[in-house]
């Protein structure tokens, strides 16, 4: 996909719907609906698709470290950081 697709799709408001929910759709409590949505973007998005991949990234970290859940501060961090990532397209 080239660069141009991907603003394309960012600006189509997609991949926000899809940044919102990250972490619903990873944890498997979207809806049906939704969570088929997301499927669907993720399959055509190379950012979303990286997005996810970070997150897991993240928890494969987090396991191995033997912690339960990633502090609600570091969540956050990491969501805020691909919101600015999803604003600011290379
Ligand atoms: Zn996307």
Known sequence: MS???I?????SGD?????ENL?????????????HRVDVHI???QYCRDAV???AHLREILRSACVQQAPAS???RIKQ???FRAKNPR
């Open 15 to 19: 991949c926000a719907e899809v940044l």
């Open 74 to 76: 570091l969540r956050l």
């Open 7 to 11: 603003e394309d799709c960012i600006e």
């Open 53 to 55: 991949d970070v997150e």
């Open 3 to 5: 660069e141009d697709k």
């Open 43 to 45: 399959n055509k998005c």
């Open 81 to 83: 950081e691909i919101r």
């Open 23 to 35: 972490f619903a759709y990873m944890d498997g409590q979207l809806s049906e609906d939704p969570q």
